[in-house]
Each structure stands twice: as C-alpha cells, then as structure tokens.
C-alpha cells in the first residue's frame, strides 16, 4: 500500500469535513475532475472499494490530527453554550415560521 500524497490528502480531508468534489475543487483552486482523479488515485493506493472505506483509512492514518480538530471544535461548542439540542431547536423554529408564513399568505389569498 503506497502512501497518499499531500494533495489527495488534502482532498479526503476536504470531503470528510462534508464538502462535494465540486466545493472541494474550488477550495482548493482545481478542477473539478483533477479533484476527482484525486480521490480515485487515493481509493486505488489505499485498496478502499468506496468513499467511505478512503474515509477510515485517512482517519486511522491520521488519528492525532482528526481527533485534534473534533476536540478543538467540540470545546468551540461548549464554550459558546451550543449543544445539539440547541442546533435542533433551533432549525425547528426555522421550519415551523417557514410553515406559518405560508399558511398566512394562503388565508390572506382566500379572503
């Protein structure tokens, strides 16, 4: 198993952080199907069948640096006050005036 190179390492961490190829490639200044060749050339180096095999791969290769950037976000999180349910409750709020704005233009048409 060959090792990867800095640039299709840069790519996997790209979409591990939940990016397409498309945002990936104009993050990083490329094209879309050299990000693409990217990807495909790292699948073939680490023997990974898909996506999200490259994914495990990428992450046991680099443990110290993944579990740094989860810590780091996480203690961003807690020191804003933001948990999960906060991000939930929130999105819900989002969609419930979403369907209320709907509902009022709906009863105004009818009158």
Do not use: C, P, W
């Not at 790209?14 to 993050?27: F, H, L, M, P, S």
């Not at 020191?79 to 939930?88: A, C, K, L, P, Y």
């Amino acid at each position: 198993m060959e090792a990867l190179s800095i640039r299709e390492s840069q790519v996997i961490f790209e979409v591990i952080q939940g990016k397409g190829v498309k945002e990936v490639a104009n993050d990083l200044h490329i094209s879309f199907y050299t990000a693409d060749s990217h990807l495909k050339n790292a699948r073939n180096k680490t023997g990974a069948r898909n996506m999200a095999e490259l994914v495990k791969f990428y992450i046991l290769q680099n443990k110290d640096k993944f579990f740094a950037i989860v810590f780091m976000t996480a203690q961003l999180l807690s020191m804003f006050g933001i948990n999960e349910n906060d991000i939930r409750r929130r999105k819900r709020g989002r969609k419930n005036a979403k369907i209320t704005r709907v509902l009022k233009v709906q009863t105004k048409a009818v009158v």
